[in-house]
């Protein structure tokens, strides 16, 4: 199968395209011939040597695909060759073919072609697992993320204003500002001009944000914490902006507030197949009648997965950037 190698950690031209070994399935997984992939911050991260996929996984970039069924294992059920899929992966989406468990495997939503469909796994089962099953954003609630016109932030403004939640979302530009406004935030925040905690204070007389999606860890950590309501949770999912920073533990004991961090790349099997099984249930029918729409920047070849991986270094982007076999 073709497939993208890192030769040696580094920058994108360290990015290979190689022949490697047919995966086979085991027992309870699924053989996928890829029709097209995703690419997001954690596969830089793994390329500069930073991020180790889990014991057992692939090292082979690529954290969610689509295509359809080539093969399947012993014991699986519900699943036929030919089908076409999409599928949360632990590792391998950069390839022409992967092995991934059944119950990461989800059918692709009506109304979305296959390679489109690419833009949604990775986005969904982390928006939807860290906003509505771990923090509990019910309607109503005020919602700050971050990063509000990339490819987590574009699925989260969707997502929780289609629910009935106050969106609130940071970005860098007037196009992504506007993006954000245009998916549902109520309001758009700059966060190179503008303090997100006096914003969004100002415009809940006060109250604050009941949850907050970050991607940026320590940077933001102090006003994350400002910028909570009573009883509000912060959902930390990246460190973009570094992984040490102070924190006024009075200030979090006055609000009965709550940290939470998670990932998603390292959960159990059975959990991560608890997620998508949600993710089918609840957001797959919103994306089938069109109220969540995958937000695409570009889609390349693979052969230039090194020219996607500039992309993103350079957050020029909007939506998820996509690679097709």
């Not at 954690?42 to 970039?61: H, I, K, M, N």
Request: net charge negative.
């Amino acid at each position: 199968m073709r497939a993208v190698t890192v030769t040696e950690p580094g920058g994108p031209e360290v990015l290979t395209i190689s022949e490697l070994p047919d995966p086979e399935p085991g027992p309870g997984e699924v053989l996928i011939e890829v029709a097209a992939t995703a690419v997001n911050r954690a596969d830089l991260l793994q390329r500069q040597g930073f991020y180790p996929p889990p014991p057992g996984a692939s090292d082979v970039l690529g954290l969610e695909c689509t295509g359809t069924i080539a093969a399947v294992g012993d014991d699986v059920t519900g699943w036929a060759v030919g089908t076409p899929v999409c599928a949360l992966l632990a590792g391998g989406g950069y390839a022409s073919r992967v092995v991934v468990p059944a119950g990461q495997v989800m059918p692709v939503p009506g109304g979305i072609d296959v390679v489109t469909a690419a833009a949604l796994p990775e986005v969904a089962c982390t928006v939807w697992s860290n906003v509505f099953m771990v923090a509990g954003l019910q309607p109503d609630d005020v919602f700050l993320v971050h990063g509000g016109a990339g490819g987590i932030g574009t699925m989260a403004i969707q997502l929780a204003s289609t629910l009935g939640a106050r969106v609130f979302a940071t970005a860098g530009s007037p196009d992504k500002l506007e993006l954000c406004r245009s998916l549902g935030a109520e309001v758009a925040i700059s966060y190179r001009d503008e303090d997100f905690v006096e914003v969004v204070r100002a415009h809940t007389d006060g109250r604050g944000a009941d949850v907050v999606l970050d991607n940026m860890a320590a940077k933001y950590l102090q006003r994350n914490v400002a910028v909570l309501a009573k009883e509000g949770r912060l959902v930390i999912i990246g460190m973009q902006g570094g992984t040490k920073a102070e924190l006024d533990i009075a200030q979090l004991l006055s609000k009965r507030g709550a940290i939470i961090a998670t990932t998603l790349r390292s959960r159990p099997v059975d959990g991560k197949a608890a997620i998508c099984a949600s993710v089918v249930e609840h957001v797959w029918p919103l994306v089938a009648d069109g109220r969540i729409r995958p937000i695409v920047h570009e889609t390349l070849p693979l052969d230039r997965v090194a020219d996607a991986h500039r992309i993103l270094e350079d957050s020029s982007h909007t939506g998820k950037v996509l690679l097709t076999l």
